[in-house]
């Protein structure tokens, strides 16, 4: 394996399996990496010491459905596409999409946490999960949170385990809060000169904005990437509205009337369009025909919601080929970028301090291998919240074996 | 007074100045309980700072005291959060209630958590925005107290729970470092915001929070759904969610708390109503009616004797008011009441609605329920007299009863009040002891010496064996 190089690879399909895992791996000294669908590997630092990987592919079994209670519980191996189907048969579905669904895992999003579309609207991943499974960096079992959406009993161990990236524990069990199935999803879009164009678009809609799951600005090579149709634009605007097929339709000729009176022309995507490009869209930068993963740097931005515009133009600054998404109203923009002819350290140091000109953070979600980055030059410099992550470590993982070098935790 | 409690409260003085400390027995009654009155315990002193710096100034004097702090806001909470267990010194956030800023672009508000959340309410009335939980007690409790206790309220049901609305914080941990969560999504690192809300003040004291704003809904329709009885009021709700549906709020009254809100404000209920439903649906008008009308089908498929209809902002509002002031009148039953929180699959309600009636019967406690339906979330409420032991003793038991049922039947012990002194012993039964270790983990690490809300959340030892 390219990250790991693993001194073996074990795949428990129990949790059984899994606590004898760790617990082995503990007294023989060796570093557990615990992997999913293996479609974020090139998110965190560059593994540091030699260890196994411990592959939780294998237990993907749904545990529960109680559809009508609109939860589910599954095994952290399951993947995003099979649950997605599962939820489809009852009318539901988990509103947030995780690129390559079909090989990424629940547990693998969970412990990663992607940048997705529709944060805007649905919030993060970790709003939906209620409970968890884990196994820690000692071996023990535990559970955190519970089956029921509303739950203040005790500590928020869910969400100390969300965008932990495997480092304070092995997710085994994962129940979640999904939602119904909208009954319609349309999405317009609209070809732009200029980013301070489409921050204009996004305000003429902001007001209106509880059908709004996404509004995203592609731009540089994004545009071709993400449309299904070809644009000579540098900028284009998508809007992705999801609701009851009334509300929908209303909120389509609201948007639609809106800009055309800013002199813009708004399109409505097909069926098929609109299909591919939400897809495409949840994919983005990781897509088969996007991304590569020996070439592509992939950056996540983020800053004050004010400031999006402002921090995309600076990284657009930073490298004019870069292929960008903007999240507007989310402060997020995703890059992917090709310094080929920089070395990738020097490149973010660059980057990093434009995106620090606008009051903004920068994170390496990915990585070519042979960059082999460090925790700092992945996640920035050592912040003073840090100090108090470690002691939670420290507690659930007391001789690091979990993911060593991979999070904000130890010296890089 | 002890020598060392004395010499803290002069320093106190000294930092705060002498009018925004009190230490006179007679002012500290008003501190000895907050909602749940069936625990009570005197602090040794009160203290009002007004801004973070004087918090971390009164946490750094406590601790080098090695005096137990409790953060307070409006001590609405209800399952003994705010009681200083064994004294110590209630450190209030009453004072620091400024709105530093309302972002409307960026959809955030900035506020001290004294704040109490009806304030910041009024406050974005006119901009198209509010701050979405609205927990009963949401006209004087502070956003301070909403994020200790993870508050909820009906809205919840579409809108999520105080920890979906807090997006960034600042705190003041037990050693008086200042951590400062800015509201940036931010993958480096673990989720301390996520930690921090719901934690009943046992990690840190929270003085600032960055709230997440909700666009207005385009319309409403309320409904108020009068059945025959609780079995057939949940079970409507229950396939209201079922349908695919999720209206703002879907809120349960049963007939004795019916007969009891009649009985105070007259609002026209019948009082043989088996049980009282009401329902808000919100968002695009376009598509409220075709929803109304599938909410309506199922009532009657559960044979409501009447659904009303709000056609006016003063009648939807009225219909909230006899949701509102419910637990007020309940004042009228008996010197006392205890508030239970307990919560379960939303299938699985009917199940424990019939438990309670069972209950109610057993401890010969009257049991009067309210629910945040939609969330499978119930707060039974038992009337009592404080005045008589025996009384007492078996409201403690009835309510122990009630939560065993929530865990048996798949729930928690507390859906948005808390664990407090209240629930302490029942953690035990919720969760296994490697889950609690875990638990005792994030204290230790936050607080290895317990200097915050000491007693609460987690069974501590140091109140067994006194500080």
Same mark, same amino acid.
């Given at each position: 394996?390219?990250?790991?190089?693993?001194?073996?690879?074990?795949?428990?399909?129990?949790?059984?399996?899994?606590?004898?895992?760790?617990?082995?791996?503990?007294?023989?000294?060796?570093?557990?990496?615990?992997?999913?669908?293996?479609?974020?590997?090139?998110?965190?630092?560059?593994?540091?010491?030699?260890?196994?990987?411990?592959?939780?592919?294998?237990?993907?079994?749904?545990?529960?459905?109680?559809?009508?209670?609109?939860?589910?519980?599954?095994?952290?191996?399951?993947?995003?596409?099979?649950?997605?189907?599962?939820?489809?048969?009852?009318?539901?579905?988990?509103?947030?999409?995780?690129?390559?669904?079909?090989?990424?895992?629940?547990?693998?999003?969970?412990?990663?946490?992607?940048?997705?579309?529709?944060?805007? @609207?649905?919030?993060?991943?970790?709003?939906?999960?209620?409970?968890?499974?884990?196994?820690?960096?000692?071996?023990?079992?535990?559970?955190?949170?519970?089956?029921?959406?509303?739950?203040?009993?005790?500590?928020?161990?869910?969400?100390?385990?969300?965008?932990?990236?495997?480092?304070?524990?092995?997710?085994?069990?994962?129940?979640?809060?999904?939602?119904?199935?909208?009954?319609?999803?349309?999405?317009?879009?609209?070809?732009?000169?200029?980013?301070?164009?489409?921050?204009?678009?996004?305000?003429?809609?902001?007001?209106?904005?509880?059908?709004?799951?996404?509004?995203?600005?592609?731009?540089?090579?994004?545009?071709?990437?993400?449309?299904?149709?070809?644009?000579?634009?540098?900028?284009?605007?998508?809007?992705?509205?999801?609701?009851?097929?009334?509300?929908?339709?209303?909120?389509?000729?609201?948007?639609?009337?809106?800009?055309?009176?800013?002199?813009?022309?708004?399109?409505?995507?097909?069926?098929?369009?609109?299909?591919?490009?939400?897809?495409?869209?949840?994919?983005?930068?990781?897509?088969?025909?996007?991304?590569?993963?020996?070439?592509?740097?992939?950056?996540?931005?983020?800053?004050?919601?004010?400031?999006?515009?402002?921090?995309?133009?600076?990284?657009?600054?930073?490298?004019?080929?870069?292929?960008?998404?903007?999240?507007?109203?989310?402060?997020?923009?995703?890059?992917?970028?090709?310094?080929?002819?920089?070395?990738?350290?020097?490149?973010?140091?660059?980057?990093?301090?434009?995106?620090?000109?606008?009051?903004?953070?920068?994170?390496?979600?990915?990585?070519?291998?042979?960059?082999?980055?460090?925790?700092?030059?992945?996640?920035?410099?050592?912040?003073?919240?840090?100090?108090?992550?470690?002691?939670?470590?420290?507690?659930?993982?007391?001789?690091?074996?979990?993911?060593?070098?991979?999070?904000?935790?130890?010296?890089? | 007074?002890?020598?060392?409690?004395?010499?803290?409260?002069?320093?106190?003085?000294?930092?705060?100045?002498?009018?925004?400390?009190?230490?006179?027995?007679?002012?500290?009654?008003?501190?000895?309980?907050?909602?749940?009155?069936?625990?009570?315990?005197?602090?040794?002193?009160?203290?009002?700072?007004?801004?973070?710096?004087?918090?971390?100034?009164?946490? @750094?004097?406590?601790?080098?005291?090695?005096?137990?702090?409790?953060?307070?806001?409006?001590?609405?909470?209800?399952?003994?959060?705010?009681?200083?267990?064994?004294?110590?010194?209630?450190?209030?956030?009453?004072?620091?209630?400024?709105?530093?800023?309302?972002?409307?672009?960026? @959809?955030?508000?900035?506020?001290?958590?004294?704040?109490?959340?009806?304030?910041?309410?009024?406050?974005?009335?006119?901009?198209?925005?509010?701050?979405?939980?609205?927990?009963?007690?949401?006209?004087?409790?502070?956003?301070?107290?909403?994020?200790?206790?993870?508050?909820?309220?009906?809205?919840?049901?579409?809108?999520?729970?105080?920890?979906?609305?807090?997006?960034?914080?600042?705190?003041?941990?037990?050693?008086?470092?200042?951590?400062?969560?800015?509201?940036?999504?931010?993958?480096?690192?673990?989720?301390?915001?996520?930690?921090?809300?719901?934690?009943?003040?046992?990690?840190?004291?929270?003085?600032?929070?960055?709230?997440?704003?909700?666009?207005?809904?385009?319309?409403?329709?309320?409904?108020?759904?009068?059945?025959?009885?609780?079995?057939?009021?949940?079970?409507?709700?229950?396939?209201?969610?079922?349908?695919?549906?999720?209206?703002?709020?879907?809120?349960?009254?049963?007939?004795?708390?019916?007969?009891?809100?009649?009985?105070?404000?007259?609002?026209?209920?019948?009082?043989?109503?088996?049980?009282?439903?009401?329902?808000?649906?919100?968002?695009?008008?376009?598509?409220?009616?075709?929803?109304?009308?599938?909410?309506?089908?199922?009532?009657?498929?559960?044979?409501?004797?009447?659904?009303?209809?709000?056609?006016?902002?003063?009648?939807?509002?009225?219909?909230?008011?006899?949701?509102?002031?419910?637990?007020?009148?309940?004042? @009228?039953?008996?010197?006392?009441?205890?508030?239970?929180?307990?919560?379960?699959?939303?299938?699985?309600?009917?199940?424990?609605?019939?438990?309670?009636?069972?209950?109610?019967?057993?401890?010969?406690?009257?049991?009067?329920?309210?629910?945040?339906?939609?969330?499978?979330?119930?707060?039974?409420?038992?009337?009592?007299?404080?005045?008589?032991?025996?009384?007492?003793?078996?409201?403690?038991?009835?309510?122990?009863?009630?939560?065993?049922?929530?865990?048996?039947?798949?729930?928690?012990?507390?859906?948005?009040?808390?664990?407090?002194?209240?629930?302490?012993?029942?953690?035990?039964?919720?969760?296994?002891?490697?889950?609690?270790?875990?638990?005792?983990?994030?204290?230790?690490?936050?607080?290895?010496?317990?200097?915050?809300?000491?007693?609460?959340?987690?069974?501590?030892?140091?109140?067994?064996?006194?500080?």
């Amino acid at each position: 394996m390219r990250w790991f190089d693993p001194v073996e690879t074990l795949a428990p399909t129990d949790v059984t399996g899994v606590v004898s895992a760790v617990r082995d791996a503990r007294e023989r000294g060796l570093v557990v990496y615990p992997t999913g669908g293996g479609t974020a590997l090139g998110f965190g630092g560059w593994p540091s010491a030699k260890g196994l990987e411990l592959s939780l592919a294998g237990l993907d079994k749904i545990v529960d459905y109680p559809a009508r209670d609109l939860t589910i519980t599954v095994e952290p191996g399951l993947t995003l596409k099979s649950l997605g189907e599962m939820l489809a048969r009852e009318g539901q579905w988990l509103p947030v999409g995780i690129p390559n669904a079909d090989r990424a895992t629940v547990g693998g999003a969970v412990s990663s946490e992607p940048p997705y579309p529709g944060r805007l @609207r649905f919030g993060s991943l970790r709003d939906y999960v209620l409970g968890l499974s884990i196994v820690d960096g000692r071996g023990v079992e535990f559970t955190a949170g519970g089956r029921v959406v509303k739950n203040a009993a005790g500590y928020n161990l869910c969400r100390l385990y969300s965008g932990s990236l495997g480092t304070m524990g092995v997710i085994t069990g994962v129940t979640l809060m999904v939602r119904p199935r909208p009954g319609a999803t349309a999405i317009v879009t609209c070809s732009l000169s200029t980013l301070e164009e489409g921050k204009a678009l996004f305000s003429t809609i902001r007001k209106d904005a509880a059908l709004l799951s996404t509004f995203a600005l592609l731009s540089g090579r994004a545009v071709a990437q993400v449309l299904p149709r070809a644009s000579a634009s540098p900028i284009v605007a998508v809007a992705i509205l999801d609701g009851l097929k009334e509300e929908v339709g209303w909120m389509v000729d609201r948007v639609i009337s809106s800009w055309r009176s800013d002199q813009r022309i708004p399109e409505l995507a097909d069926e098929a369009e609109r299909d591919l490009l939400r897809s495409r869209l949840s994919d983005f930068p990781f897509g088969p025909s996007v991304f590569d993963p020996e070439r592509d740097l992939v950056i996540e931005a983020n800053g004050p919601i004010a400031a999006t515009i402002e921090l995309t133009a600076r990284l657009r600054e930073t490298d004019a080929e870069a292929s960008l998404v903007t999240h507007c109203g989310c402060g997020t923009v995703v890059a992917c970028c090709r310094p080929e002819t920089e070395d990738p350290t020097s490149f973010l140091t660059r980057a990093r301090a434009a995106v620090s000109s606008v009051g903004g953070r920068l994170c390496v979600r990915s990585y070519p291998p042979g960059a082999r980055l460090n925790r700092d030059a992945v996640f920035g410099p050592v912040r003073e919240e840090w100090r108090l992550a470690q002691r939670l470590k420290d507690r659930f993982d007391p001789q690091d074996i979990l993911n060593r070098g991979r999070f904000i935790f130890g010296a890089p | 007074m002890t020598p060392t409690i004395d010499s803290l409260v002069r320093e106190l003085k000294g930092l705060l100045t002498p009018e925004n400390v009190l230490s006179d027995r007679s002012d500290l009654i008003a501190y000895e309980c907050d909602g749940y009155t069936i625990a009570k315990a005197l602090p040794d002193a009160v203290v009002f700072p007004r801004s973070t710096a004087q918090v971390v100034a009164v946490v @750094r004097a406590c601790g080098r005291a090695g005096v137990p702090i409790v953060p307070r806001g409006a001590a609405t909470s209800l399952a003994g959060g705010c009681l200083p267990v064994g004294g110590g010194i209630v450190l209030m956030l009453t004072r620091m209630r400024r709105i530093l800023k309302i972002d409307v672009e960026s @959809r955030l508000a900035h506020v001290e958590t004294g704040v109490p959340n009806i304030v910041l309410g009024r406050a974005l009335a006119g901009t198209g925005f509010h701050y979405a939980p609205d927990p009963s007690s949401q006209g004087a409790s502070t956003i301070g107290g909403n994020i200790a206790t993870n508050a909820g309220g009906p809205h919840t049901l579409k809108y999520g729970v105080t920890l979906n609305h807090v997006v960034g914080l600042e705190a003041v941990l037990a050693d008086g470092t200042i951590v400062t969560v800015e509201p940036i999504p931010d993958p480096a690192g673990l989720d301390l915001v996520g930690l921090l809300v719901g934690s009943e003040g046992t990690l840190a004291v929270i003085t600032k929070a960055w709230l997440k704003l909700t666009p207005d809904p385009q319309d409403y329709r309320t409904l108020r759904a009068i059945f025959e009885s609780v079995d057939d009021a949940s079970s409507a709700v229950s396939d209201v969610i079922g349908a695919g549906l999720i209206p703002a709020a879907m809120e349960l009254m049963d007939q004795g708390i019916v007969e009891v809100v009649e009985q105070a404000y007259g609002f026209g209920f019948p009082k043989d109503a088996g049980a009282v439903v009401i329902i808000e649906l919100d968002g695009p008008s376009v598509a409220l009616d075709s929803q109304q009308e599938r909410i309506l089908e199922i009532c009657r498929r559960w044979h409501t004797r009447e659904v009303q209809s709000a056609t006016t902002p003063a009648e939807r509002e009225l219909l909230w008011k006899c949701r509102k002031t419910a637990v007020g009148a309940v004042g @009228r039953l008996a010197p006392s009441y205890c508030i239970q929180d307990g919560v379960v699959p939303r299938t699985r309600l009917p199940e424990l609605m019939a438990a309670v009636v069972r209950i109610s019967a057993e401890f010969r406690i009257r049991i009067v329920n309210v629910a945040h339906a939609g969330d499978g979330n119930v707060h039974p409420i038992l009337v009592f007299d404080e005045r008589d032991a025996d009384q007492v003793a078996r409201v403690v038991k009835a309510g122990e009863a009630i939560l065993e049922e929530c865990i048996r039947l798949g729930g928690s012990i507390t859906a948005e009040h808390g664990i407090g002194v209240e629930k302490l012993a029942l953690m035990t039964r919720q969760f296994s002891p490697s889950s609690l270790e875990a638990h005792g983990h994030i204290r230790s690490s936050f607080d290895p010496t317990e200097l915050l809300n000491r007693g609460k959340v987690l069974p501590s030892p140091k109140v067994e064996s006194g500080r």
